[in-house]
């Protein structure tokens, strides 16, 4: 792979993402990691990332200066760039000169492999203080901008670069060309790496640890859960059994969505769980967001667990037995975790609401090394309808949380039929890439007065929560067209019985979170 060494920055994974947009494999390691664990891993070019801190201050992140010995290609982001130049006899001075933002920069002769062909002067995004003052022997500047007299150097010979500026951000005019430039030109790389030689490779990998034991998979209609479950098929076919639990929450169409077109798309051996009599007994009188949450979570795994046994007495039957469990597991949440290799902990807040802890199963991940976006990619290839594939993140406990007070069953038909509404206007509006999700909440202990025809109601408000975010630690309100807005809520009130009042949340998050609840 390529390995992006990570020196603390919130840029690392954006710039391990631009990589593979570019056709090349690549994973992040930690700047602490020595030349030898990273000559372990075979790296065919090196990224050092941006960091938040100056080389001067005590305790600032560095790197085994060894790892430039290592004949790999390398280029230096940001502070990666001033790490690169003080290891190699280069300067970095603090100048008291911060560039922050949009920024000017200009091409110092043709700006060599790394920056030629680009125009002599463009927009780049700054965020520094020191800055490098001299470029080590044997570099050339390539680039430089009104505070910065060397913003990008280069030696072709040991195939080292590096810039000032952040190439992974949308704000660089260039960006995305000196990520490539630096790995099909200066480094020789190939784009080689897609969807469907992922898909080839974890085949591979999944037969191998799977053998012929059976396994299974929980099935939550999301993403994650629906690509890796293919995945697996697609390797042990109907060694494979998914398990899908109905728990009442779900919102319209996505149960026959997951038996139906996925099923038919897939040839996934499926069983689903109709749990819903039993969580909503659970859930009667409950108003306590964080309650509904502990109840959904518990009657979750009770309802997998009692499949479980079934399949495994089945298969003990057979003389297979089931060893394996699917997780959806993406790599983001790897790297958060702090890992990277190794086995991880089974979630307690997976999109499925929660697998119990203690189930005597080898994870099969095979999302472990990929975005979401990749996920999807992945899914769209595997053929996987795109209602599924394309979908917005739906929290495990479902519209359960989307019902402030307590859950019921007319209640949830009423929530069902406005969400089921609201989705298909956005979609209709061509707006689903620009939305993150859009819950749509029942306020069902609330009423106001409404005249509807000749008379007076006394109906329900529905809340709309569109947000846009990128990850959805924040997220900001999106601004959606009146006009969407206004049809959404035309039908709303005309189509949904009990529902007379449609209202806008315009809070990001912080401080509110996207769900209610
Ligand atoms: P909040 O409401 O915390 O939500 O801003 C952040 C994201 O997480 C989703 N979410 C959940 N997903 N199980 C899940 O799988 C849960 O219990 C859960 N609660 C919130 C939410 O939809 C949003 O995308």
Known sequence: PVLVVDFGAQYAQLIARRVREAGVFSELIPHTATAEEIAARNPVALILSGGPSSVYEPGAPTIDRRVFDLGVPTLGICYGFQVMAQAL?????????????????????????????????????????????????????????????????????????GVQWHPEVKHTDHGQEIIENFLHKAAGLPADWNAGNVIAEQVERIREQIGSARVISALSGGVDSAVSTALVHRAVGDQLTAV??????????????????????????????????????????????????????????RAFEKVQKDLIAEAAAEGEPIRFLVQGTLYPDVVESGG?????????????????????????????????????????????????????????????????????????????????IAREELSAAGLDGEIWQCPVVLLADVRSVGVQGDGRTYGHPIVLRPVSSEDAMTADWTRLPYDVLSKISNRITNEVREVNRVVLDVTSKPPGTIEWE
């Open 340 to 420: 990277g290799a190794g086995t991880a902990n089974i979630k307690s807040h997976h999109n499925v609401g929660g697998l119990p802890e203690d189930l005597d199963f080898e994870l099969v991940e095979p999302l472990r090394t990929l975005f979401k976006d990749e996920v999807r990619a992945i899914g769209r290839e595997l053929g996987i309808p795109e209602a599924i594939v394309g979908r917005q993140p739906f929290p495990g406990p479902g519209l359960g949380i989307r019902i402030i007070g307590e859950v019921t069953r007319e209640r949830l038909e009423i929530l069902r039929e406005a969400d089921a």
């Open 244 to 301: 899908f639990v109905d728990h009442g929450l779900l919102r319209k169409g996505e149960r026959e969505q997951v038996e139906k077109d996925y099923v038919e798309s897939t040839g996934v051996r499926l069983i689903t769980v109709d749990a819903a009599d039993t969580f909503l007994g659970h859930l009667a009188g409950v108003t306590d967001p964080e309650e509904k949450r502990k109840i959904i979570g518990r009657e979750f795994i």
């Open 89 to 161: 006899g280069g300067e970095v001075a603090n100048t008291g000169l911060r560039e922050y933002g949009a920024t000017g920069a200009a091409l110092v002769g043709d700006g060599g492999v790394l920056l030629g062909g680009q125009p002599a002067e463009q927009n780049v995004w700054m965020s520094h203080g020191d800055q490098v003052s001299r470029a080590p022997d044997g570099f050339q500047v390539l680039a430089s901008t009104a505070a910065t007299p060397v913003a990008a150097f280069g030696n072709d010979e040991r195939c080292f670069y």
